[in-house]
């Protein structure tokens, strides 16, 4: 998928898959912090239109 058309929803949609695969709820953080930095820079350097993993919102962490 070329960055330009990724969406806030697809980022989302990773989000919400690498949690119900087991991953905690901070990997998860840690993982769109991942992609907010490199996406920021490609924003920054290759003027990419939209930064759609800062538009993604986190996938809720059940309650215990």
């Known amino acids: ?10 980022v989302k949609d990773l989000l919400v898959s690498a949690h119900e695969s087991g991953l905690t709820i901070k990997t998860v953080r840690n993982i769109r ?4 930095a ?9 003027g990419l239109p939209r ?7 986190m996938p809720r962490a059940p309650r215990p």
Do not use: N, T
Not at 1 to 9: A, D, E, F, N, T
Not at 33 to 36: C, Q, R, S
Not at 51 to 57: D, F, V
């Open 33 to 36: 912090g991942v992609l907010v």
């Open 51 to 57: 930064h759609a993993a800062a538009l993604a919102r």
């Open 1 to 10: 998928l070329p960055l330009h058309r990724l969406r806030p929803s697809d």
């Open 38 to 46: 490199a996406l920021g820079r490609a924003q920054r350097d290759v």
